[in-house]
């Protein structure tokens, strides 16, 4: 399956703590994404790393990618109530006729 | 500029039944893709057009689908009859770059 996977399923931390999310996927990819859905709404894209980039910031978040070991992490620092949600690594393949979601990483934020 | 919208936002449907989610992409977009995530697995996707025309629809899932786009602008799919396995939220997207999808808010669909 081309299909990114995240780990963890399910990660609960405090208000303020970082929290690191992965993905593995299998083959070649043009560019990999990081959507968030908040529940009951839709998903809003978070940032996106291009294959020929190890690493990106956007604001508290900070996204690595290895193709040698076909992985990514998503990093979330200083975190907040309000980044509860569930976070989905999508990778695009080269010829970008579709995007390959996972099952996502469930993040709960305790005040 | 207004977001990609779907309607209904949630529907509750009996199996057999028949339901049809709509999804209006951003204005200009090309192309439009659906997905759906079933009983909190991976969103996966389903099909995806270019204007009108259906560019793949490899993800459909079997027959009781159909998906369509007229005139390029707003895309239906339609299940019928539905079945307890097509509960799940059903996601649109559209887009003009290719790396680009911008996402609605999905429509959730219990079939009970």
């Known amino acids: 399956s081309q299909q990114g996977e995240e780990d963890p399923q399910a990660l609960s931390i405090q208000e303020g703590e970082n929290a690191t999310m992965n993905c593995s996927y299998k083959?070649?990819?043009?560019?990999l994404q990081w959507y968030r859905q908040n529940s009951g709404r839709g998903l809003v894209h978070l940032i996106l790393?291009?294959?020929?980039?190890r690493e990106k910031h956007s604001g508290r978040l900070r996204v690595t990618l290895d193709t040698s070991k076909k992985s990514s992490s998503l990093l979330i620092t200083a975190s907040r109530a309000a980044d509860t949600a569930s976070y989905f690594c999508?990778?695009?393949?080269?010829?970008?006729?579709?995007?390959?979601f996972g099952s996502g990483t469930k993040l709960n934020v305790k005040p | 500029e207004a977001g990609v919208t779907q309607f209904p936002s949630h529907s509750v449907i009996e199996k057999g039944q028949t339901v049809t989610l709509r999804c209006d992409p951003i204005?200009?977009?090309?192309?439009l893709y659906w997905y759906r995530r079933v009983m909190g697995k991976e969103i996966k996707f389903l099909l995806h057009?270019?204007?009108?025309?259906?560019?793949?629809e490899s993800g459909m899932p079997n027959n009781r689908f159909l998906a369509e786009r007229t005139g390029g602008t707003y895309s239906t799919l339609k299940v019928q009859p539905a079945e307890l396995e097509d509960s799940g939220v059903y996601f649109c997207?559209?887009?003009?770059?290719?790396?680009?999808?911008?996402f609605g808010p999905g429509t959730r669909l219990t079939v009970l």
């Open positions: 790393i291009r294959s020929n980039e």
């Open positions: 204005s200009g977009h090309d192309n």
């Open positions: 083959t070649s990819i043009n560019n």
């Open positions: 999508a990778t695009v393949p080269y010829n970008f006729n579709k995007f390959y």
């Open positions: 997207a559209s887009s003009q770059l290719p790396d680009t999808q911008y």
């Open positions: 057009f270019v204007k009108e025309s259906k560019q793949d």
